[in-house]
């Protein structure tokens, strides 16, 4: 089970706004684009900017409206025809740079370790190469959990809601991103094996 696959009454309720958008023409690469640049301007400002922790609270704001970015620029790449090559690289690449730029920040927390939220950027990057290579092997794009890029979304929104609280992580939350780390993990292998028993090719 994902959060993923809530996705598609999320969208129900974004369809009125994804018209909207339209008919201002507005184009689903531009969404893509601009929540990549929100999330990228966002995460370096709380890595560099010495940002309070109160400031940690953007992110789990910024993960739900950044949810609905990308439902849209999706809806209006599929209902109003904007489908192209280029936005299939962008809405890969976007999001893998999106969730690097969110997580870093979390390095500067104690008692996490720069190490293992490092390790969880790269496995969170290999767990949506793996996805998106379902395709090449004659399966779908692959979604699966337990921790995809939604349900990720909501448990760094919920550590950035806690630090901005100004609660101290116990000293035993030094082991949630390596728990993390082996969730993605299983995450890609889940994605591998279900692609392959998909495929056309053999």
Same mark, same amino acid.
């Given at each position: 089970? &994902?959060?993923?696959?809530?996705?598609?009454?999320?969208?129900?309720?974004?369809?009125?706004?994804?018209?909207?958008?339209?008919?201002?023409?507005?184009?689903?690469?531009? @969404?893509?684009?601009?929540?990549?640049?929100?999330? #990228?301007?966002?995460?370096?400002?709380?890595?560099?900017?010495?940002?309070?922790?109160?400031?940690?609270?953007?992110?789990?704001?910024?993960?739900?409206?950044?949810?609905?970015?990308?439902?849209?620029?999706?809806?209006?790449?599929?209902?109003?025809?904007?489908? &192209?090559?280029?936005?299939?690289?962008?809405?890969?690449?976007?999001?893998?740079?999106?969730?690097?730029?969110?997580?870093?920040?979390?390095?500067?927390?104690?008692?996490?370790?720069?190490?293992?939220?490092?390790? #969880?950027? @790269?496995?969170?990057?290999?767990?949506?190469?793996?996805?998106?290579?379902?395709?090449?092997?004659?399966?779908?794009?692959?979604?699966?959990?337990?921790?995809?890029?939604?349900?990720?979304?909501? @448990?760094?929104?919920?550590?950035?809601?806690?630090?901005?609280?100004?609660?101290?992580?116990?000293?035993? &939350?030094?082991?949630?991103?390596?728990?993390?780390?082996?969730?993605?993990?299983?995450?890609?292998?889940?994605?591998?094996?279900?692609?392959?028993?998909? &495929?056309? @090719?053999?």
């Amino acid at each position: 089970m &994902s959060i993923y696959q809530l996705k598609p009454r999320f969208q129900a309720l974004l369809r009125p706004l994804v018209a909207r958008l339209y008919a201002l023409n507005i184009t689903a690469n531009q @969404v893509t684009i601009a929540a990549c640049a929100i999330s #990228v301007a966002l995460g370096l400002w709380l890595y560099f900017g010495a940002a309070s922790a109160a400031a940690f609270a953007l992110i789990p704001l910024w993960m739900f409206l950044r949810m609905a970015f990308n439902a849209i620029d999706g809806m209006l790449a599929r209902e109003f025809g904007q489908k &192209s090559a280029l936005g299939a690289f962008l809405n890969e690449l976007t999001d893998v740079l999106s969730d690097a730029a969110l997580y870093a920040p979390f390095a500067l927390v104690a008692p996490f370790s720069g190490f293992w939220v490092g390790t #969880v950027i @790269v496995l969170a990057g290999l767990s949506e190469f793996a996805g998106a290579l379902g395709p090449t092997v004659g399966a779908s794009r692959r979604y699966d959990g337990p921790l995809g890029k939604s349900d990720r979304a909501f @448990v760094f929104g919920a550590l950035g809601l806690y630090v901005a609280l100004g609660w101290p992580l116990p000293a035993w &939350s030094a082991w949630l991103m390596p728990l993390l780390a082996l969730g993605i993990g299983w995450t890609t292998l889940n994605r591998i094996r279900r692609a392959l028993a998909e &495929s056309t @090719v053999h």
